[in-house]
């Protein structure tokens, strides 16, 4: 089975300042990994994820996020945050199970953006 | 236009209660998904319908009955509600059940057993 470990469960930073967000994962097959936001009383929204290619994958919003196949990592980065950043920001892992995909969640990391 | 939405956003009830909770989705999809987000926000799947089909059932007590009337719905009646239930709960879909097609969630029934 898959799992997903998010290392920090609160990462609080000052506006303007570098962020990362760290996940590893454990997976004996194909590799799908995705990193969703969920801004307060709201549900997941996709922010970026890898299937294959490019190691490194972007988002619209300025995050990125570097699949490391050797140290088992996809790692969210921003340069520069701002106070709209705060959510709570899940890595995931896609599963497939009889042809059916189901994504296998960490434990989320609270971004909270300090003025 | 909203694409997945759930009805009702908050449901409160007492233990021992039978309720349901609504999903629909306007993005033409063919997979839907109920999720299961506890008070540490821990996001578990529940089950998947493909084609109104059940094609992922998690280990969930069989007092949770997930029924798909077409491909745009997706609802789950819970018995005999527990205090272990209070959580939200996201609807989710996608196009096809690969990992290519992104879910797609709804804004949560967030249900409260008193």
């Known amino acids: 089975a898959q799992s997903v470990t998010q290392l920090d469960s609160q990462v609080p930073v000052f506006e303007e300042a570098p962020v990362e967000l760290r996940c590893n994962y454990s997976s004996s097959v194909s590799v799908y990994l995705f990193w969703y936001v969920q801004y307060p009383n709201q549900g997941l929204q996709l922010l970026l994820k890898?299937?294959?290619?490019?190691?490194l994958v972007e988002s619209i919003n300025g995050f990125e996020a570097e699949f490391n196949k050797s140290q088992t990592s996809f790692h969210l980065r921003k340069p520069s945050v701002h106070i709209s950043d705060t959510a709570e920001y899940f890595c995931?892992?896609?599963?497939?199970?009889?042809?059916?995909?189901?994504?296998?969640f960490g434990q989320g990391t609270r971004l909270t953006i300090n003025p | 236009d909203t694409a997945v939405s759930q009805t009702p956003k908050y449901l409160v009830t007492q233990m021992g209660n039978d309720k349901s909770i609504k999903c629909e989705q306007n993005l033409g999809h063919d997979t839907m998904y109920w999720y299961k987000q506890d008070s540490k926000k821990f996001l578990k799947i529940m089950f998947s319908?493909?084609?109104?089909?059940?094609?992922i059932n998690e280990t969930v007590p069989n007092r949770f009955s997930p029924k798909s009337p077409d491909k745009a719905h997706l609802n789950l009646h819970i018995n005999s509600l527990e205090l272990g239930d209070s959580a939200v709960y996201f609807c989710?879909?996608?196009?096809?059940?690969?990992?290519?097609?992104?879910?797609?969630f709804g804004d949560g029934t967030r249900l409260s057993i008193l």
């Open positions: 995931a892992v896609s599963e497939i199970i009889q042809g059916a995909q189901k994504l296998v």
């Open positions: 319908y493909n084609n109104k089909e059940l094609i």
């Open positions: 890898y299937l294959s290619g490019s190691t």
């Open positions: 989710a879909s996608s196009q096809g059940t690969g990992p290519r097609g992104a879910q797609h």
